[in-house]
């Protein structure tokens, strides 16, 4: 689909489709560029003049090994941030319900709704709002996870092992180290440039800047994570 006059973006493959029922398309596309980066830390700390069968072994079971780790620690991080949300929102409720006028409703609406949206809302339409919310029931019992939420957490762990496959996916088809390494290299910045241009999609930015960028940030964050031993 044409986006910003930047050309056309092809649809995401149908397992990343599928993905998206669990997860924000961002949110989705995010996790795979942050898996990715992982993977390239690993990759891009051998020479492809001098790795060995041995080197390459041990860049993939690293690489996938990272992957898994932080797919469990991505997850959980899920769950506490939904968490968190869904008591930011009962909090926000509370606080609505128990409002007495169209002064202490609109600060409370600007939390939640953009700045854009608050400024077209009139004081009838606040005081109608308050006094409908005023009419809600809280929900019973704490706030908790829902069966939902730790499927999304699942889709997560997936994500950011599944972008460990194309980067290791030559390293174990292709004999020579070297060509292997470079392929491997070569996968992944286009993989960052084309979950960029996702990334663009799904949020209105230009798809070609944000590809490119994406591509330069993956490389700038690898050469950090490699400098700092990573």
Avoid: H, Q
């Avoid at 056309?8 to 961002?26: I, T």
């Amino acid at each position: 689909m044409p986006s910003n006059g930047s050309g056309p973006v092809g649809r995401p493959p149908a397992v990343l489709r599928s993905l998206s029922r669990l997860l924000d398309p961002v949110d989705r596309d995010s996790e795979f560029l942050f898996g990715l980066i992982m993977a390239l830390t690993f990759t891009c700390a051998l020479s492809a003049a001098t790795a060995g069968d041995s080197d390459i072994r041990t860049v993939m079971y690293g690489a996938l090994a990272c992957n898994v780790a932080w797919g469990v620690v991505d997850a959980v991080m899920y769950l506490l941030s939904s968490l968190a949300e869904r008591g930011r929102s009962l909090l926000s409720l509370r606080r609505l319900r128990s409002a007495d006028s169209v002064d202490s409703v609109r600060p409370l609406i600007e939390e939640r709704l953009p700045d854009s949206v608050v400024a077209v809302l009139k004081p009838k339409e606040l005081e109608e709002l308050r006094r409908r919310i005023a009419g809600l029931p809280l929900p019973a019992g704490p706030v908790r996870l829902r069966r939902g939420d730790y499927i999304a957490a699942v889709a997560v762990f997936v994500v950011v092992v599944l972008a460990t496959v194309p980067v290791i996916l030559p390293l174990a088809l292709i004999d020579d180290p070297s060509v292997a390494l470079r392929v491997s290299n070569a996968a992944a910045v286009a993989l960052l440039y084309y979950f960029g241009r996702l990334v663009a999609v799904a949020t209105g930015a230009p798809p070609l800047r944000t590809g490119l960028a994406m591509v330069a940030l993956g490389v700038a964050l690898v050469a950090v994570a490699m400098a700092l031993g990573g």
